[in-house]
């Protein structure tokens, strides 16, 4: 298994290359941003670990340049910096886990071997479906080129769907993954969301996005005009 650090701080760097290594791993080492991305985009790894504050590029523009190569190596972003605004823009970027130091060694390996079981299949940071774009990170969705304004829980059935296209998603499904854990009213409060969506993505536009699976939930496929 390779592994590329990009980390300008050369004792940590150094640190992380020995450790991993007595892992088995094979490790190679970026100072900055620019070396790293060119590192990533040249040779085939695992998994990066990448520091965000770094010379030249740092690493939400390294990790961003990669998504939009269609580079899903599994990234796990490190940090010095202790905010949920810094954690949420790192996965918004594309990174798959994220640390904050200082960190556990343990932790950090348990972390990489994790990303690399679930392997790098596509991951786009912007989702589209035919005529549908969703990016997640701006909270911005457009039919056809039109932005279409969408609340909070419309963006994140919106977004289960674009994650899962064609596949059948179940009302516990939907309730699990957009509404609040602690939610304990009538399930088919997803039907309602449903009517909501299909009145601003579906009927303005004289299309049928979303289909309903009878006995089984919707799914989202994308329009053949």
């Known amino acids: 298994m390779r592994i590329l650090v990009v980390e300008d701080e050369v004792e940590l760097a150094s640190y992380l290359k020995r450790g991993l290594e007595r892992e088995g791993f094979v490790v190679d080492v970026a100072g900055d941003g620019e ?44 940090t010095a910096k202790d905010g949920e605004y810094d954690e949420a823009e790192a996965l918004d970027t594309g990174a798959d886990d994220y640390l904050r130091k200082p960190f556990s060694f343990v932790v950090l390996v348990a972390h990489l071997r ?21 990016d997640p990170a701006k909270r911005q969705f457009t039919v056809d080129g039109e932005p279409v304004a969408l609340t909070p ?52 536009y004289a299309r049928k996005h979303i289909e309903t699976v009878r006995g089984a939930g919707y799914r989202l496929v994308e329009h053949r005009g």
């Open 35 to 78: 070396l790293g991305l060119q590192m990533a985009t040249t040779n085939t790894y695992n998994a990066v670990v990448l520091d965000i504050m770094l010379p030249k590029l740092n690493g939400y523009r390294v990790c961003a340049e990669l998504r939009a190569q269609s580079n899903w190596v599994p990234i796990l972003m490190l």
């Open 153 to 204: 829980t419309e963006m994140s059935i919106m977004e289960l769907f674009m994650r899962h296209p064609g596949d059948v998603v179940s009302k516990t499904e939907i309730l699990e993954s957009c509404w609040d854990w602690a939610y304990e009213g009538d399930v088919n409060i997803v039907e309602v969301y449903i009517r909501y969506l299909r009145k601003k993505i579906d009927v303005p």
């Open 114 to 134: 994790a990303l690399m079981r679930r392997g790098a299949g596509s991951r786009p940071a912007v989702l589209s479906l035919g005529d549908l774009v969703l």
